[in-house]
C-alpha cells in the first residue's frame, strides 16, 4: 500500500491539486479496508488442516468429525452472538502426511480464505510445520497434537489444549503402575520402550524414560524406529530377548496393529501400555478382535468423560468419541467462544481472548480436568492425562480414580 501512496505522490507534480488529493485519498482508503472487513462479517471463516489420505487418514477423519459436529451445533444454535448471528464457516484442507503440505494448504487458508482461526494438524510433525506459517500470519492455531516442541518455541499464536507429550509419557509409565498396585502386589525391575523418531514419539519417549529412571527400572530396550513399518519382527525379537516386563510402545495406527499381532503371533505376553494414537481408535479393536481385550493405553481424554457430549457424536457417526475427536471438538468451541467474547474475527483479537479467557462450559468440559485454560505458553494448564483399558470392546477409563469410570481389570494381556 505504501507504494501506491509513493506513485501517487511522484505523479502529483503533473495533476491538478484537487484531483491529486482525490487520488492520495482513495489510495488511503485501500489501507483502511482490511480493519473494517475484520469487524463485519456473516460468516467465520476456521480452517482445518488435517490428513483425510495417507497413513494417518483415520485420525484425521476423527478429528473434522469432532470439528464439524461442534460447528453445527453453534450454527444452530444461532451462530456467533456478539457478531449479529454470523456462522462458523469451515475451510477444510488435506494436509496428507506430509509437513510441506500441511504447510502449503495452511499458508493458503491464511491467506485466500482470512481464516479467523486454524485447527489441526493432528501429527505433531503436521502441527509444527502448520505453526510457522500461524505464527509468520499471526493467526491462531489450537491443536491436540502432544509434542513438547509446539508450546516449547516461545511462539504466541499457538495452543496445545492436550498435555504435552513427555507429561504423557511419564504418565503412561507411572498411571499402570500405580493403578495395578491397588489391586496386587506389583513390582517391576526390567521395562521396554519402543517408539517412533518423530516428533511424538521422540517427545513421549523422554517422559518414558524419565519415569523409568525416577522409579529406578533399568530400560533393556529403548528403541526409536522409522514410522510406517511392513515389518515389526525385528522389534519383537529384541523385546523377547530383552527379559522386559512391561512394554510402553509409541506408534500410530498401522504400526500399533502390526506391533500388538506380532507379539500374539509369538505367544508374547508381555503386557502393554500404549502409546495413545494407534492405541486407542476403533478401528485398533475392530482389527484385533479378541485379542484387544484387556489392553491398556494413556490417553489424552475419552468417550465416557462427558457423555452428554460424546454420545451425541456416537449417536451421530455410530462409534465412540476418539480423543482426538474430543479435543478437536474442545479446540472448535473454545475457538468460537473466542471469537464471542473478543466481538471480532481480527485474529489478534481472538488471540488475545484466547490467552486471557478460562473456559468452564460446554466441550471444554470433556477435558480432563474439566475445563481450559492456556498459559504463558499456550498450553492448557488444566489438561491431565488419563489411563484407558479395552474392555469389552470400549475404552474405559480407569486411573486417576477421580475421573474413573469403571475398575482396571487383571486378565487377559494385562
Not at 478429528?63 to 477444510?92: E, T
Not at 510406517?228 to 500410530?252: C, Q
Not at 468451541?333 to 478460562?358: M, N
Request: include cysteine; charge should be positive.
Amino acid at each position: 500500500m505504501q507504494e501506491k501512496i509513493q506513485a501517487v505522490t511522484r505523479s502529483g507534480a503533473g495533476l491538478k491539486r484537487r484531483d491529486f488529493l482525490r487520488q492520495a485519498v482513495a489510495a488511503t482508503a485501500v489501507i483502511s479496508v482490511p480493519s473494517l472487513a475484520w469487524s463485519k462479517t456473516e460468516k467465520v471463516n476456521v480452517g482445518v488442516v488435517v490428513p483425510l489420505s495417507g497413513a494417518n487418514a483415520e485420525f484425521g477423519k476423527n478429528s473434522q468429525r469432532g470439528i464439524q459436529l461442534v460447528a453445527d451445533q453453534i450454527n444452530a444454535a444461532g451462530g456467533i452472538k456478539s457478531l449479529g448471528g454470523a456462522k462458523i464457516n469451515l475451510i477444510v484442507a488435506d494436509s496428507t502426511s506430509t509437513p510441506t503440505t500441511a504447510a502449503t494448504v495452511a499458508q493458503r487458508l491464511v491467506t485466500e480464505n482470512r481464516c479467523v482461526g486454524i485447527l489441526g494438524a493432528y501429527a505433531s510433525s503436521l502441527t509444527l510445520a502448520v505453526m510457522q506459517v500461524t505464527e509468520r500470519r499471526k493467526v491462531p492455531l489450537l491443536t491436540m497434537s502432544f509434542s513438547d516442541e509446539i508450546t516449547g518455541s516461545g511462539y504466541k499464536y499457538v495452543f496445545q489444549i492436550v498435555p504435552k507429550a513427555s507429561v504423557i509419557g511419564e504418565a503412561q509409565f507411572n498411571y499402570p503402575l500405580a493403578a495395578l498396585s491397588k489391586i496386587e502386589k506389583l513390582s517391576i525391575k526390567k521395562a521396554a520402550i519402543m517408539y517412533e523418531d518423530t516428533a511424538y514419539g521422540t517427545s513421549q519417549a523422554k517422559g518414558l524414560r524419565s519415569a523409568a529412571k525416577k522409579a529406578n527400572v533399568d530400560l533393556v530396550m529403548d528403541e526409536a524406529y522409522s514410522p510406517g513399518i511392513s515389518d515389526a519382527t525385528p522389534l519383537i525379537n529384541k523385546l523377547r530377548g530383552s527379559g522386559a516386563e512391561m512394554v510402553f510402545p509409541v506408534s500410530y495406527f498401522n504400526d500399533s496393529i502390526l506391533i500388538i499381532r506380532t507379539m500374539r503371533q509369538q505367544s508374547i505376553s508381555t503386557p502393554v501400555i500404549g502409546g495413545a494414537a494407534g492405541y486407542v481408535i476403533p478401528a485398533f479393536a475392530q482389527a484385533l478382535g479378541n485379542t484387544v481385550e484387556g489392553i491398556l493405553s494413556i490417553d489424552t481424554s475419552n468417550d465416557d468423560g462427558k457423555p452428554e457430549y460424546t454420545d451425541v457424536y456416537r449417536k451421530k457417526y455410530g462409534v465412540f468419541a476418539t480423543h482426538e475427536a474430543i479435543e478437536n471438538a474442545a479446540c472448535m468451541y473454545v475457538l468460537a467462544q473466542a471469537v464471542d467474547i473478543a466481538k471480532s474475527v481480527d485474529p489478534k483479537a481472538v488471540r488475545d481472548a484466547l490467552a486471557a479467557t478460562h473456559f468452564t462450559t460446554g466441550w471444554a468440559t470433556a477435558m480432563p480436568g474439566g475445563s481450559v485454560q492456556f498459559d504463558e505458553h499456550g498450553l492448557n494448564a488444566k489438561a491431565t492425562p488419563i489411563l484407558v483399558q479395552w474392555q469389552n470392546n470400549n475404552l474405559v477409563t480407569v486411573y486417576p480414580e477421580a475421573v474413573a469410570k469403571g475398575a482396571i481389570k487383571v486378565s487377559g494381556h494385562v
